[in-house]
């Protein structure tokens, strides 16, 4: 038997409730295929997030990185962003 002596970090999403408005507009926005996804940047010193924006498989990465509280923030702006430009 193996046992895994290296343990894979982790980071857990910061918690967020999300309101109708903003579950519509990300509906629709996964609909037409466009992502938006946060992931930890284990390269960076404070361990902040990162957003990566999916484009019909087309992948942009923010160059920006965000702390726990305002990473939704940043989130939903790409959203609304692509929503208004698109709808």
Do not use: A
Not at 17 to 23: A, G, P, Y
Not at 30 to 53: A, Y
Not at 56 to 77: A, T
Request: hydrophobic share 25%; aromatic share 18%.
């Amino acid at each position: 038997m193996y046992k895994n002596w290296h343990k894979t970090p982790s980071k857990k999403p910061p918690q967020r409730s999300w309101n109708q408005d903003e579950m519509k507009v990300i509906g629709w926005c996964m609909n037409k295929n466009i992502k938006v996804s946060i992931s930890p940047d284990w390269k960076d010193e404070l361990l902040r997030w990162k957003i990566e924006i999916n484009i019909n498989g087309k992948v942009h990465i923010d160059p920006n990185r965000y702390d726990d509280n305002v990473v939704y923030n940043k989130f939903n702006e790409y959203y609304k962003y692509y929503y208004d430009k698109y709808n």
